[in-house]
């Protein structure tokens, strides 16, 4: 996925918010349970926001460089958008 | 036992009524002891209890999921409710009606079976014309924002045509196949000499779906349910009895499995009769083979035990008809040789349709 690049996310998937705070990514047939910087990333995702400014975003909140941050998002999107779940 | 044990998944089989009759179809034998069926208020109500416990998705299959009339009115409770919505169906009623009204209702999934990639093929194994309807269906989900999965049930008597399945999937543009070996419970086990697959036929299955998903790598995810009988260890059931999976049959029955039923030592209990958060937590079914404590040897002292926590208590239940031993699937199981000779028994027995 380009950095320019808009994710949006594919038919059928879903955020759940927990009450004690956890995050769920609900996909066909199953649930992913997000760590704190993969939840706040895809809380970002609405199909208008560029993967660069989320990746700026979650850095920021989270107090790590742009590059380390970047490295980690990337390789999560990418797997999510190979199983079809952001597009 | 442990606190945290929370259920994830709530299968709702609203009805095993169908107008097919898959002789490979996991459902009870007993079909017509399942007609009391719950009411809408007493779905509604395990919806919510479900949630309560902590269920993020309801499934919603049987049977055939769609012959209930109020199966609109049900997806929108679950979704009310905040659960992740499935529908579980051969898709002969989904019409551009009712496929609107659930996608409206907030349906977040559908997956829909075929029984093979040929018509002629079938509708001899469905017992009835309808494979045509199919792809209408599969053509008018991939229209709606709504996900699709692709299933079929591979055995004997289709397992040759699994490269055409995935040609057919591919024409139709699905993202998201199922390959799924039978397993053998209910008309599948009564019928499991006519459906054993050939050594030969699953050896070509895994090649056919390896090649598969390396040229189809991010086009197409295919997911491959191994066949029950073939591999050196069991599937880990369930990911436990009890751990995160909650069956309510047609008529009110919470089970640890959807094929627990079948199991006549262990009594299990109704939603009509008790909260389904007390049979959860306290019910005697549920708490049998929940874990590890339960485990006799080789699993007592397995480094795998939990991964595949003992394998099936429902295939142990049906080959050694004790639910308590190791899976024979297991090659480390005692009973182990059974499995084997289960496997080559595969006379061209003629297979029993699915009735009630
Ligand atoms: C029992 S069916 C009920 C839903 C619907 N009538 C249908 O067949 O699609 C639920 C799902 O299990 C699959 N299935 C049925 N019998 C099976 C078996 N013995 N082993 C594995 N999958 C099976 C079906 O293809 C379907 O996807
Ligand atoms: S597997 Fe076949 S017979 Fe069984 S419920 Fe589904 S369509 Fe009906
Ligand atoms: S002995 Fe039990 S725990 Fe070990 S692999 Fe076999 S079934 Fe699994």
Redesign the pocket.
């Given at each position: 996925m380009k950095p320019t690049a808009c994710p949006r996310f594919g038919k059928g998937v879903k955020l759940r918010h927990d009450g004690n705070g956890s995050v769920m990514l609900l996909i066909p047939e199953g649930a992913l349970v997000l760590n704190a910087p993969a939840a706040a990333a895809l809380e970002l995702v609405d199909g208008t926001r560029p993967l660069v400014e989320i990746v700026a975003a979650v850095a920021a909140r989270f107090d790590v460089t742009a590059d380390r941050a970047g490295e980690d998002l990337s390789e999560l999107f990418e797997r999510l958008e190979q199983r079809g779940l952001l597009q | 036992m442990n606190e945290q044990l929370r259920p994830l998944s709530l299968l709702c089989e609203l009805t095993y009524r169908?107008n097919?009759q898959?002789p490979?179809?996991?459902?009870p034998l007993d079909l017509r002891a399942y007609r009391d069926e719950l009411t809408t208020g007493q779905w509604r109500s395990v919806l919510q209890a479900a949630a309560d416990l902590g269920v993020v998705q309801a499934h919603f299959?049987?049977?055939?999921?769609t012959l209930r009339s109020d199966l609109v009115p049900l997806v929108e409770a679950a979704a009310a409710c905040g659960l992740y919505t499935n529908l579980?169906?051969?898709g002969t009623f989904l019409d551009d009606e009712l496929l609107d009204r659930l996608v409206d209702g907030g349906l977040n999934h559908v997956?829909?079976?075929i029984q093979a990639p040929q018509a002629a093929l079938a509708d001899r194994i469905a017992g009835a014309i309808v494979h045509d309807k199919k792809a209408d269906a599969l053509r008018r989900v991939l229209t709606r924002e709504v996900a699709l999965t692709l299933?079929c049930?591979l055995h004997r008597l289709n397992h040759d045509s699994i490269e055409e399945v995935i040609d057919y999937a591919q024409r139709l543009g699905i993202r998201r196949l199922e390959l799924?070996n039978?397993?053998?419970?209910?008309w599948?086990y009564r019928n499991r000499v006519a459906l054993m697959p050939t050594l030969e036929q699953v050896r070509h299955g895994e090649d056919v779906v390896a090649a598969a998903r390396e040229r189809l790598h991010g086009s197409m995810e295919i997911v491959y349910?191994l066949p029950d009988y073939f591999g050196d260890f069991p599937k880990p059931c369930m990911n436990g009895w009890g751990r995160q999976f909650i069956t309510v049959t047609p008529n009110g029955y919470a089970l640890p499995c959807p094929a627990a039923a079948g199991i006549t030592t262990l009594a299990f209990e109704n939603v009509r009769d008790r909260a389904l958060g007390d049979i959860w937590r306290d019910s005697a079914s549920f708490v049998r083979y929940r874990g590890t404590d339960w485990m006799p040897e080789p699993c007592r002292s397995c480094e795998r035990r939990e991964l595949d926590w003992g394998g099936c208590r429902c295939q142990a239940y049906l080959i050694t008809g004790d639910p308590g031993v190791t899976d024979p699937a297991c090659s480390l199981s005692p009973d182990h040789a059974s499995i084997a000779s289960l496997r080559e028994e595969t006379s061209g027995a003629e297979p029993v349709y699915r009735r009630a």
């Open positions: - | 169908c097919l898959c490979y179809c996991y459902n299959s049987g049977g055939e999921p579980i169906t051969q997956q829909i079976s299933n049930v799924a039978v397993q053998f419970y209910g599948a349910v």
